[in-house]
């Protein structure tokens, strides 16, 4: 999985540093502040997840690069403003200063407004397909970084903390599927649209992308109690202290651990129609429950 991993991270990188002004081009900061956070390291989950989507549907990596550096475009976004002093609150990110304290706050805010619109652009430069015009991709992406996803659960998650009543589990659920599993989702299946994927295996995508994304919180969760800053690259304990209602804390770290496994499972059933074509999604499902960081 590793070399896998590692081309794809490198292909990832290169389209990005070519979608992306450059940090000379005017006004520098703002372009500069954009490509810090960018290119500060990173899984580069999404994108991967987009790119191997496309190969399960028999389609090519250079096609699905257009939606692959957009999801990632609005995931750092995302990470920018999450770590705000008036969101998170945080001062390390993929083991470095966050935007906000190496550029200030405004510049921070920006940053990540301009990633979020940068996106679109790149996007909108993807090629239409039988089933898919850009329109289609276009709405895809909005629709997972709006109001009633990413950004929601945003919300959703701001007004539980510290709050003396805990969630139960469908709430929970609910904010990690619209805060988390949505952009997750949304990569799987624009990776399967610039392939032209039928719609039953758009279908099959969508319940991958949803179960991964779910599996995924649950271990971001367990990590963030069980592992260090250093490890992580982001602040440890950052969930109990603001007494955020999460997975290990509702149901203790074994039960947690039991859930992201069954989720785990599910996502390998979706892709029972890909036959030997999934194997690198399935890699990937395995490699992420394993994660240590």
Request: hydrophobic share 40%; with cysteine; charged share 25%.
């Amino acid at each position: 999985m590793t070399p896998y991993l590692t081309e794809r991270i490198r292909l990832v990188d290169k389209a990005l540093g070519r979608y992306l002004p450059s940090a000379r081009t005017r006004p520098a900061t703002i372009h500069e502040a954009m490509r810090y956070s960018v290119f500060a390291g990173g899984k580069r989950l999404r994108p991967i997840l987009c790119l191997a989507s496309a190969e399960a549907c028999g389609g090519e990596v250079e096609p699905a690069l257009p939606a692959a550096a957009a999801v990632e475009c609005i995931h750092t976004y995302s990470l920018i403003h999450d770590d705000l002093p008036c969101m998170d609150d945080d001062d390390l990110r993929r083991g470095m200063p966050t935007s906000h304290v190496k550029y200030g706050e405004g510049i921070a805010v920006l940053a990540g407004d301009a990633l979020l619109t940068i996106a679109f652009e790149i996007l909108a430069g993807a090629k239409s397909t039988s089933r898919y015009d850009i329109g289609a991709f276009i709405s895809e992406l909005a629709v997972a970084s709006g109001s009633r996803h990413l950004i929601g659960g945003q919300v959703l998650d701001l007004e539980g903390e510290g709050s003396e009543v805990s969630l139960n589990a469908t709430q929970l659920r609910y904010i990690h599927e619209s805060k988390t599993a949505a952009l997750l989702t949304a990569s799987t299946r624009l990776g399967g649209m610039s392939a032209n994927v039928t719609p039953a295996r758009l279908a099959a995508l969508t319940t991958y992308g949803k179960s991964l994304g779910l599996a995924f919180q649950i271990i971001d969760d367990i990590l963030d109690v069980t592992q260090t800053s250093e490890k992580l690259g982001k602040s440890a304990g950052k969930d109990e202290a603001t007494a955020k209602s999460t997975y290990p804390a509702l149901f203790g770290l074994e039960k947690s651990r039991q859930e992201a496994a069954r989720l785990t499972r599910k996502a390998h059933e979706a892709l029972k129609p890909f036959g030997k074509k999934g194997t690198r999604l399935h890699e990937l499902a395995d490699h992420l429950l394993d994660r240590d960081y």
